[in-house]
């Protein structure tokens, strides 16, 4: 009898999974995957935002240094992202100005969608604090920005059924702290005729525990006739957390539920692949779906992240129930049975729409730079050009390490392994000037792979301590430099007829995140630069090429 029983249920579960394995494959002939993996946008793309307008989705990261500011992204999936846009690309409002430190910059944006118009509201750290911007097109042009007297950051808006508009900021309005790291989030009501904040200010929690720290990242919503606030706390890196709390009135009281952190990996140790999981925000589907994105960061080799914080995807289900004492709340459980940010997972049931890819290579055909390209902060003069298929740079006097505008085009790392290749021509006229690719974390901590002088040079910035590596006399003419990383050491190849790889290694944690030595908040980026160290030049190097590929495929000899 148990014999025949434990028959039935191994033909039950195979039967079951070539059911689903059929489904599957009749799915995946037709080009639609049932999964997707996670993180949805990859390089640097933390503290993501999300609203739905129609049938598309659109999502915004911060930025910090960077310009353009506010990446803007666009989906009808949920899965395959665009970039569109960004929230700041007028040089002329100059948010980001030289003396920007590392990591300064633009915070932590909530996107939202009201009436026809779009809003995001950000805090411009080491400037003027908060403000929102406003467009038809989220694609842009976006508005002069408008400045709100508000203390702290991370702030985020929420219009009721009455159509009044609420602003949800971080900070504790007592000013006094019980415990380290106490914060939390406030609430007043914001005038969108007068543009100010108007009415009483009222603190809505200090977050879901009595020792609860850094509270932040605030975004309130009305689901099931219930307002629903979330929050992160914890701190960005491994005790990151998402927590809930519920209220029958939009002033509270806000009640933590009973399950919180709705969403943490801090549990999960220092070996799980995925960590440091927070910052949320949530949109449902017209399906009735709803869907959670967080930032959380990826080990590579080692246990370190290399990239940055990136944004992930995860499903999840609000449920309504009756407490212990016959009062009526909602439960937030996301991914359920997991209980985790997936890897790979079952995806939304929305219709399935990839977007064109950008491709490895640029060729600098076009008469603008593409949308992925960034500098390190705003570039208020025309110091580079686009002609002929080539990228034109003039050697300046900034560089890298200090808190200017260099001579610098770079875009996100998305990969722990990659191979990042520049075909230029440069004349080394003075000892000063040197051209090539860089790899930047921030000011104390990038690597540089330069023709300066005549020769092929490596030179490492670690802890702000400046070191040539190697160097190799190379030939007239145009060159290509490579900087490969095998998820572990950086090396490095030359090409100026015949591919030489330099006699040294780096190791990849000169970028990484630990102890957050590398810069903070901020993502690793690739890409181009020109210096005349410190000296006026009138040189420029032209790049005809520029490639990045992602993968286990460089292994080179000499």
């Given at each position: 009898?148990?014999?025949?029983?434990?028959?039935?249920?191994?033909?039950?579960?195979?039967?079951?999974?070539?059911?689903?394995?059929l489904?599957?494959?009749?799915?995946?002939?037709?080009?639609?995957?049932?999964?997707?993996?996670?993180?949805?946008?990859?390089?640097?793309?933390p503290?993501?935002?999300?609203?739905?307008?129609?049938?598309?989705?659109?999502?915004?990261?911060?930025?910090f240094?960077?310009?353009?500011?506010?990446?803007?992204?666009?989906?009808?999936?949920?899965?395959?992202?665009?970039?569109?846009?960004?929230?700041?690309?007028?040089?002329?409002?100059?948010?980001i100005?030289?003396?920007?430190?590392?990591?300064?910059?633009?915070?932590?944006?909530?996107?939202?969608?009201?009436?026809?118009?779009?809003?995001?509201?950000?805090?411009?750290?080491?400037?003027?604090?908060?403000?929102?911007?406003?467009?038809?097109?989220?694609?842009?042009?976006?508005?002069?920005?408008?400045?709100?007297?508000?203390?702290?950051?991370?702030?985020?808006?929420?219009?009721?059924?009455?159509?009044?508009?609420?602003?949800?900021?971080?900070?504790?309005?007592?000013?006094?702290?019980?415990?380290?790291?106490?914060?939390?989030?406030?609430?007043?009501?914001?005038?969108?005729?007068?543009k100010?904040?108007?009415?009483?200010?009222?603190?809505?929690?200090?977050?879901?525990?009595?020792?609860?720290?850094?509270?932040?990242?605030?975004?309130?919503y009305?689901?099931?006739?219930?307002?629903?606030?979330?929050?992160?706390?914890?701190?960005?890196?491994?005790?990151?957390?998402?927590?809930?709390?519920?209220?029958?009135?939009?002033?509270?009281?806000?009640?933590?539920?009973?399950?919180?952190?709705?969403?943490?990996?801090?549990?999960?140790g220092?070996?799980?692949?995925v960590?440091?999981?927070?910052?949320?925000?949530?949109?449902q589907?017209?399906?009735?779906?709803?869907?959670?994105v967080?930032?959380?960061?990826?080990?590579?080799?080692?246990?370190?992240?290399?990239?940055?914080?990136?944004?992930?995807?995860?499903?999840?289900q609000?449920?309504?129930?009756?407490?212990?004492?016959?009062?009526?709340?909602?439960?937030?459980?996301?991914?359920?049975?997991?209980?985790?940010?997936?890897?790979?997972?079952?995806?939304?049931?929305?219709?399935?729409?990839?977007?064109?890819?950008?491709?490895?290579?640029?060729?600098?055909?076009?008469?603008?730079?593409?949308?992925?390209?960034?500098?390190?902060?705003?570039?208020?003069?025309?110091?580079?050009s686009?002609?002929?298929?080539?990228?034109l740079?003039?050697?300046?006097?900034?560089?890298?390490?200090?808190?200017?505008?260099?001579?610098?085009?770079?875009?996100?790392?998305?990969?722990?392994?990659?191979?990042?290749?520049?075909?230029?021509?440069f004349?080394?006229?003075?000892?000063?000037?040197?051209?090539?690719?860089?790899?930047?974390?921030?000011?104390?901590?990038?690597?540089?792979?330069?023709?300066?002088?005549?020769?092929?040079?490596?030179?490492?910035?670690?802890?702000?301590?400046?070191?040539?590596?190697?160097?190799?006399?190379?030939?007239?003419?145009?060159?290509s430099?490579?900087?490969?990383?095998?998820?572990?050491?950086?090396?490095?190849?030359?090409?100026?007829?015949?591919?030489?790889?330099?006699?040294?290694?780096?190791?990849?944690?000169?970028?990484s995140?630990?102890?957050?030595?590398?810069g903070?908040?901020?993502?690793?980026?690739?890409?181009?630069?020109?210096?005349?160290?410190?000296?006026?030049?009138?040189?420029?190097?032209?790049?005809?090429?520029?490639?990045?590929v992602?993968?286990?495929?460089?292994?080179?000899?000499?």
């Amino acid at each position: 009898m148990i014999k025949s029983y434990t028959c039935f249920l191994r033909c039950l579960f195979f039967t079951v999974l070539i059911g689903s394995f059929l489904s599957s494959f009749s799915r995946q002939s037709d080009g639609v995957p049932d999964t997707y993996h996670n993180p949805i946008i990859r390089g640097m793309a933390p503290d993501p935002s999300i609203c739905r307008a129609g049938e598309y989705y659109y999502l915004v990261n911060s930025s910090f240094e960077w310009y353009p500011g506010l990446p803007i992204y666009k989906s009808k999936d949920l899965v395959n992202w665009e970039l569109i846009g960004h929230g700041f690309n007028n040089r002329d409002h100059n948010f980001i100005k030289p003396g920007t430190f590392d990591s300064g910059g633009l915070f932590a944006p909530t996107i939202r969608y009201h009436d026809g118009l779009f809003y995001i509201i950000n805090t411009h750290i080491g400037g003027k604090g908060n403000f929102y911007i406003t467009a038809t097109d989220p694609a842009g042009p976006w508005s002069e920005p408008v400045w709100i007297d508000a203390p702290g950051i991370d702030p985020s808006l929420f219009w009721d059924d009455d159509g009044k508009c609420y602003y949800i900021g971080n900070g504790n309005l007592s000013g006094v702290k019980q415990w380290y790291g106490q914060a939390g989030v406030w609430m007043q009501e914001l005038d969108l005729k007068s543009k100010k904040l108007i009415g009483k200010r009222k603190q809505l929690t200090f977050g879901h525990a009595t020792n609860a720290r850094w509270g932040e990242g605030p975004h309130l919503y009305k689901i099931k006739g219930k307002y629903v606030l979330l929050m992160s706390e914890g701190g960005t890196d491994i005790d990151h957390a998402v927590t809930c709390f519920v209220s029958d009135s939009i002033w509270g009281e806000y009640e933590p539920i009973q399950i919180n952190p709705i969403l943490t990996h801090r549990h999960l140790g220092t070996e799980y692949p995925v960590y440091a999981t927070g910052h949320a925000d949530i949109v449902q589907t017209p399906q009735g779906e709803w869907w959670m994105v967080a930032l959380g960061k990826r080990r590579g080799v080692g246990g370190e992240c290399y990239i940055g914080r990136e944004t992930f995807l995860a499903p999840l289900q609000i449920e309504e129930f009756t407490d212990v004492n016959g009062k009526e709340s909602l439960r937030f459980i996301v991914s359920p049975g997991e209980g985790r940010l997936p890897v790979v997972g079952k995806r939304p049931d929305l219709e399935w729409t990839p977007v064109r890819s950008a491709g490895d290579t640029d060729s600098f055909d076009n008469d603008k730079l593409a949308l992925d390209w960034c500098f390190l902060r705003t570039p208020m003069t025309d110091w580079y050009s686009l002609s002929n298929g080539k990228l034109l740079m003039k050697l300046r006097s900034e560089v890298a390490s200090d808190f200017v505008n260099p001579s610098m085009i770079v875009k996100r790392v998305k990969e722990h392994k990659f191979k990042a290749s520049a075909l230029m021509s440069f004349t080394s006229h003075n000892p000063n000037e040197e051209a090539g690719v860089i790899l930047y974390r921030s000011s104390k901590y990038y690597v540089t792979f330069t023709v300066k002088n005549g020769c092929a040079v490596v030179t490492s910035y670690d802890g702000g301590a400046k070191r040539t590596l190697t160097e190799r006399q190379i030939k007239p003419g145009p060159v290509s430099l490579s900087i490969v990383s095998d998820g572990k050491q950086l090396s490095f190849i030359v090409n100026d007829d015949t591919p030489y790889t330099m006699e040294c290694r780096i190791s990849l944690e000169i970028v990484s995140d630990k102890f957050q030595r590398s810069g903070g908040y901020g993502g690793t980026m690739v890409g181009m630069y020109a210096t005349s160290n410190g000296i006026y030049s009138t040189s420029i190097v032209e790049f005809d090429t520029f490639t990045l590929v992602y993968g286990d495929i460089f292994k080179t000899s000499n």
